[in-house]
């Protein structure tokens, strides 16, 4: 979810005008840029909506198409579905989809309100962030919808939950230091590590297909930035270092790549770059904004 609107929404999540105005705030080859397909979201038909391209930016094509705000979207291991937010429903839910569009299903169905969906490398699991409990918390269920556990169990808010390669660890956003910071935990919740350490707010985290990075956003230069650090946390870097906002980071299946999310023309565009920071290039190129990009397999 945007750390621009966290606070906000976070705050007064249960009003869903608020959720719907913030939420914004996830044919052919790949080009070149990593491979696969890049899933978004953007509201150039007027409202947030699911899209997917090729990674070149060529074919972008809408997914979902209702009068809700859908975001926040997921590809499978596979790559044949996509787990998304939608409030179609009044409040926030996890969705999923064939990657095609067809097959829309909510899989939570709950009066909370639930976002964040990431699927599990073998993707059997979808861990999403859900604020049932009072507070928002890293859940995990079945791929189906079943067995919905709390995995972090405080009373701060926890969120934007990412698998490891071999599944074993979760990386995750926490502000129970007092601000932003990335933990990861083992699988099943325990052993919770916060990595980051440092007075600005961190989020987004996104593992590199090794599993041996973590890229992820940071304001600890005075405005959002995408970093990279090795999965213990060492070795924190900046690779995008611009005055733009740059947010939601997501590793390519060869690791080559890390498409997000930029304002730097003026408007939330999406940008692939290589993995060291270098060769950051737009492409959605639309007047529209466009955020929550997800590389597929």
Sequence with gaps: MNRRIAGQVFGICALLALVSLLAGCGGGGGGGNGGGKIAFNSDRDGNREIYVMNSDGTAPTRLTNNAAADYDPAFSPDGSKIAFTSVRDGNGEIYVMNSDGTGQTNLTNNAANDYDPAFSPDGSKIAFMSVRDGNGEIYVMNSDGSVQTNLTNNPAWDYDPAFSPDGSKIAFESVRDGNGEIYVMNSDGSVQTNLTNNAAYDGDPSFSTDGSKIAFMSVRD???????????????????????????????????????????DGNDEIYVMNSDGSGAANITNNAAGDQDPSFGP
Excluded: C, H
């Design 222 to 264: 005075g405005n959002d930035e995408i970093y990279v650090m090795n999965s213990d946390g060492t070795g924190q870097a900046n690779l995008t270092n611009n005055a733009a906002w740059d947010q939601f980071p997501s590793f390519s299946a060869d690791g080559s790549k890390i498409v997000f999310s930029s304002n730097r």
